[in-house]
């Protein structure tokens, strides 16, 4: 229950082979699609993401001024992340992120020699009161000019499957705004997970707070909405970082990989796209009660033991008592291996800065297994969690 695949059985073979041999028996269109493309992508491609984003925000006004020319696509929205961070970020600057936050962008930041300051977070997202604290402290120290950006795993984020609340949104655009005093700190929006809701009403993006349209970016992608195997992403830019974007991406690339992005516009202009989208939240949502209500059944009664219930995503928080390393170096997850089970240890999901890290804690995925092997699972963690009580404490601290 580690891994943050995609269900093997939903992926859509039908869809992509309708999709090929459709644009295969276009001559001029097949041609064009196996040839390059340009380094910010199809633009009709560009048009129909556009045209998606306005829709799900409800056309706000400000995106409205949004022209295709600041949407770019690339090789999964993990390639944008990582063409943005070289692009805005040099050694020693600072970004501020969410306690826990989603561990492969931290690995990012770390190899660019960034650093990523974790600011609290609660059931609702990220704590606006909180983040307020932390760049005044910054800034007391004299760094607010190193801080460049703020990242939010927006929808059901990665690992706790979380959502910003919609009253914490505008709030947090506008405190990034207002902390923008000689050096503009960007909103990072990763709104990878917004389509897998199973429960509730969507809310806008961060960027429809925007209305300058100066401050937040936002990074999307197909890959847990459709299939990880087409490698398609995209996102949103303010005008004045298009230039600078590209000309990085077209020294990589020149262009994320053409083909898929004709085969993604026809799924999507076709409907497809957006059945696949039904299709994934019904079988999510199932796999997302199994764990659930085997957490239920199998967890309740050990103490110290509590996790989060996810409206969306493919994640499930699980935290134990306080006593217990879950980690790496802790003997429970070597217990949990040995019963047959692996969970990703949530120490890996906080910045080495700001809030302390809950080494007490792991993210479990439902996205791969079957209801029934989920249901086992749970059953097998919650058996290594007990022998660890009897055993007595599993704190790091302790051992010290």
């Not at 217990?324 to 217990?335: M, N, R, S, V």
Request: charged share 25%; hydrophobic share 40%.
């Amino acid at each position: 229950m580690a891994a943050g695949f995609v269900d093997q059985v939903t992926l859509p073979l039908a869809a992509v082979d309708d999709a090929w041999r459709s644009l295969a028996a276009d001559t001029a269109a097949g041609h064009a699609a196996l040839q390059y493309g340009t380094t910010a992508g199809y633009r009709p491609l560009r048009e129909a993401l556009l045209e998606e984003q306005r829709t799900a925000d409800g056309n706000p006004a400000a995106e409205r001024s949004l022209t295709p020319e600041q949407v770019i696509v690339t090789s999964g929205s993990n390639q944008l992340l990582h063409l943005l961070a070289d692009t805005l970020f040099d050694p020693g600057d600072i970004v501020l992120c969410a306690a826990p936050t989603y561990f492969v962008y931290l690995g990012v930041m770390k190899n660019l020699q960034v650093r990523a300051i974790s600011v609290a977070c609660d059931d609702y997202g990220l704590m606006p009161d909180a983040l307020e604290d932390c760049l005044g402290r910054i800034a007391g120290r004299g760094e607010l000019d190193r801080v460049k950006a703020i990242y939010v795993v927006s929808y059901f984020d990665n690992p706790r499957s979380v959502t910003l609340s919609a009253d914490r949104r505008a709030e947090l655009v506008a405190i990034a705004k207002r902390w923008s005093q000689r050096r503009r700190i960007y909103v990072l929006e990763d709104a990878a997970y917004r389509k897998l809701r199973y429960d509730g009403d969507d809310v806008p993006s961060l960027r429809a707070f925007d209305e300058e349209g100066d401050t937040v970016i936002v990074t999307q992608t197909f890959s847990k909405s459709f299939s990880p195997g087409v490698r398609v992403g995209w996102g949103i830019v303010p005008e004045e970082l298009m230039g600078p974007l590209c000309d990085q991406k077209s020294n990589i690339d020149f262009g994320a990989p053409n083909l898929n992005q004709h085969l993604m516009y026809r799924v999507i202009e076709s409907g497809v796209c957006e059945r696949q989208v039904v299709l994934l939240r019904e079988a999510y949502r199932r796999k997302r009660d199994a764990m659930l209500a085997a957490c239920e059944e199998h967890l309740t009664d050990i103490e110290g033991v509590h996790w989060l219930k996810p409206a969306g995503g493919l994640y499930v928080w699980l935290t134990v008592a306080s006593d217990i390393d879950a980690g790496f170096q802790g003997t429970l997850f070597d217990t949990a291996l040995a019963a047959g089970v692996i969970y990703v240890p949530g120490e890996y999901s906080y910045a080495s800065e700001g809030e302390p890290i809950a080494r007490n804690t792991m993210r479990l995925s439902y996205g791969v297994q079957s209801p029934e092997r989920i249901r086992e699972g749970i059953r097998l963690l919650a058996g290594a969690i007990r022998q660890v009580r009897m055993t007595g404490t599993d704190s790091p601290y302790q051992r010290l």
